[in-house]
């Protein structure tokens, strides 16, 4: 099993829909998490870190279930420049006494059209 | 600015031939790592350096090489390229790999071995 895992869409969605994306992790020890946007052959830049009791930033939330291993990424009003991949991230515990290291999933690409 | 660089930007390489791939940092981040991005397979680390001179495989470091003689720099060898290593090769620094700390990352470099 994947230690990270996201379904990688394409999603296409008309603008003004809500999106959700949702995110496994497999280590119940990983202890942050993160959602990464990513446009075309750019760089990944943070979009927003995921706390346990859940944060909005605009049209943008993010929700941690540690219970059942997930984060989700909730997407209100869509853009036409929402259109990117989705990368979510967790900081997994290194092994032997190494640090703790960032995993990304695969993305979720999302396109919103007109 | 705060930023990570990377160079080249794009590369096109003959097998067999030696290269290295720079990275710098001017954050004064501790943690530095490498990741190549291929389709459907998303970000994998390759090496990654908790500090100078401490540096550490991450999932795929067959055929690479990194070193951390100072903290601003990290650089990525390939001492005999092949094709299986034509990919998008991002460099990327955080404070530490700890809790909630943003990972900024290069533009990338696009790599092409023939």
């Known amino acids: 099993r994947k230690e990270v895992e996201q379904d990688p869409g394409p999603f296409n969605v008309p603008e003004g829909a809500t999106v959700a994306f949702n995110c496994t992790y497999s280590?119940?020890?990983?202890?942050?998490f993160f959602w990464y946007r990513q446009d075309c052959r750019k760089e990944p830049k943070l979009l927003m870190s995921?706390?346990?009791s859940g944060n909005e930033d605009g049209r943008f939330t993010a929700q941690l279930n540690r219970a059942s291993q997930y984060i989700s990424l909730l997407i209100r009003d869509s853009k036409l420049s929402d259109s990117a991949t989705y990368l979510c991230?967790?900081?997994?515990?290194?092994?032997?006494?190494?640090?703790?290291?960032?995993?990304f999933g695969t993305g979720t690409q999302l396109k919103v059209e007109l | 600015e705060a930023q990570v660089t990377q160079n080249p930007r794009y590369l096109i390489t003959v097998t067999g031939k030696k290269l290295t791939v720079t990275c710098s940092q001017n954050?004064?981040?501790?943690?530095m790592s490498w990741y190549r991005q291929d389709p459907g397979l998303g970000l994998r680390q390759i090496y990654y350096?908790?500090?100078?001179?401490?540096?550490d495989k991450g999932d795929v470091p067959e055929g690479y090489k990194v070193s951390r003689k100072e903290k601003r720099n990290f650089p990525l060898i390939l001492e005999s390229p092949s094709p299986n290593q034509t990919s998008l090769y991002f460099c990327?620094?955080?404070?530490?790999?700890?809790?909630?700390?943003?990972?900024?990352f290069g533009q990338g470099t696009r790599l092409t071995v023939v």
């Open positions: 350096s908790m500090n100078v001179e401490v540096t």
């Open positions: 990327a620094s955080s404070l530490s790999p700890g809790v909630n700390t943003e990972a900024f």
């Open positions: 280590n119940s020890a990983s202890q942050s």
């Open positions: 991230a967790v900081n997994v515990p290194g092994l032997t006494g190494g640090g703790n290291k960032l995993t």
């Open positions: 995921v706390y346990s």
């Open positions: 954050m004064n981040h501790e943690y």
